[in-house]
């Protein structure tokens, strides 16, 4: 069957609906069918009022949608329907496994077009006041995870994450102990500065700063909602201004 429409890979930004850019929001509006991830914001769903409605979401821990499967299901609505959008939380092109989709795409013939959207990271550096690049102190980045598949070969994440100024660690809360120890055993200084933010930019956000030494117990105690590890001398800014803060996690609603 000749495929009939276009498959647009869309970035759903970090939680808040009204930071979804102004083309997302049109093609939501325009949707014959929408795939959705597990952590997109609920309004921003509703606004594909007229659209068949579609959860794949993959959260850690839990049962999930298999990648294979939502590749086939997009080669599939393409061939039925003119306006199929792949709702993706952050940034479909950061960690979002968009390539896998692209691919099957592009082998089946089918037009796409991807719709950038906010990263967690950027927006949970924001939440606490911290550009990630600095003149003078951090000028380069990173985004690491230290998440892999089953059947996946290692990656040296580490060394990525020590090489740069400023690091996001995506997915990696449930590990935050191991990710510090292993930090530490490779050269990076206890005394680090360390952000946790917690459901960036929406009404439950939370920061926590502490020093990498204390990642592994701030993260157990603290985190019970998607977040983002921020690492590098620039948060140290974000400690000072909570150190006298009791208990450890200082709250804001946005």
């Known amino acids: 069957?000749?495929?009939?429409?276009?498959?647009?890979?869309?970035?759903?930004?970090?939680?808040?609906?009204?930071?979804?850019?102004?083309?997302?929001?049109?093609?939501?509006?325009?949707?014959?069918?929408?795939?959705?991830?597990?952590?997109?914001?609920?309004?921003?769903?509703?606004?594909?009022?007229?659209?068949?409605?579609?959860a794949v979401g993959k959260r850690c821990g839990r049962h999930s949608t298999a990648q294979r499967f939502i590749n086939k299901r997009l080669v599939d609505a393409a061939q039925k329907h003119a306006v199929v959008v792949r709702l993706k939380g952050g940034d479909p092109m950061l960690f979002g496994r968009a390539q896998e989709e692209i691919d099957e795409l592009e082998q089946h013939g089918i037009v796409y077009q991807v719709v950038p959207g906010i990263t967690a990271a950027l927006a949970a550096s924001a939440a606490v006041g911290v550009s990630m690049t600095r003149r003078g102190?951090?000028?380069?980045?990173?985004?690491?995870?230290?998440?892999?598949?089953?059947?996946?070969?290692?990656?040296?994440?580490?060394?990525?994450?020590?090489?740069?100024?400023?690091?996001?660690?995506?997915?990696?809360?449930?590990?935050?102990?191991?990710?510090?120890?292993t930090l530490m055993a490779r050269g990076a200084s206890p005394e680090l500065p360390v952000v946790i933010v917690e459901s960036a930019t929406l009404p439950g956000e939370r920061h926590i700063a502490v020093h990498l030494a204390d990642l592994g117990a701030a993260a157990a105690q603290m985190i019970t909602g998607p977040a983002v590890i921020l690492l590098g001398e620039v948060y140290a800014k974000v400690q000072s201004s909570e150190a006298a803060a009791e208990p450890l996690a200082r709250s804001r609603i946005a």
């Open 1 to 54: 069957m000749t495929a009939i429409g276009t498959v647009y890979l869309v970035g759903a930004g970090p939680g808040a609906p009204d930071l979804l850019t102004l083309r997302a929001a049109e093609l939501l509006r325009r949707a014959d069918i929408v795939f959705y991830d597990a952590l997109v914001h609920p309004e921003t769903i509703a606004l594909a009022d007229k659209a068949e409605k579609i």
């Open 137 to 181: 102190l951090s000028r380069n980045v990173t985004f690491v995870t230290p998440r892999r598949g089953a059947g996946e070969e290692g990656h040296d994440w580490v060394r990525s994450a020590l090489a740069a100024d400023t690091c996001a660690i995506y997915m990696g809360v449930g590990e935050a102990e191991q990710i510090a120890d």
